[in-house]
């Protein structure tokens, strides 16, 4: 006897479009490394609502939690000094109020040298 989670499974599958779709590990990957949804279902061709319905139904949301750290990194990057030290500290933050039991963010160490006198 099938189970009912199973079946609910196998339904999903058979309507998914990204269940079905060729590049659908590369969807999953790139949106659990935090790409965005609407850049992934552009690149993709699919709705944004399937992306959604897929993520939550395979509870990637999860997966996509757990790879936090990578989410700062991208905006630090893009960003200089002063707005580094603000974003951290906003980060932070939310991550002290959400995610209670996770490490804290920290800043990436650059390779930049200190001038000399």
């Known amino acids: ?20 779709h060729p590049y659908r590990k590369q969807i999953e990957d790139r949106w659990c490394a935090w790409a965005s949804t609407a ?10 609502s399937s992306i959604s319905r897929h993520m939550a139904a395979f509870k990637l949301q999860e997966r996509r939690a757990t790879n936090l750290r990578v989410a700062p990194e991208l905006i630090i990057e893009q960003e200089d000094e002063v707005e580094q030290r603000a974003i951290l500290k906003r ?19 650059t390779n930049k040298r200190k001038k000399s006198d």
């Not at 009912?4 to 269940?19: L, Q, S, T």
């Not at 850049?39 to 944004?48: D, G, P």
């Not at 980060?91 to 160490?109: A, E, F, T, Y």
């Open 91 to 109: 980060l932070k933050k939310w991550n002290m109020k959400h995610m209670p039991n996770s490490k804290n963010i920290k800043r990436p160490k």
């Open 1 to 20: 006897m099938i189970s009912k989670a199973r079946e609910k499974k196998d339904r999903h599958e058979a309507v998914c479009k990204i269940c079905n």
């Open 39 to 48: 850049t992934l279902a552009e690149k993709y061709r699919v709705s944004l």
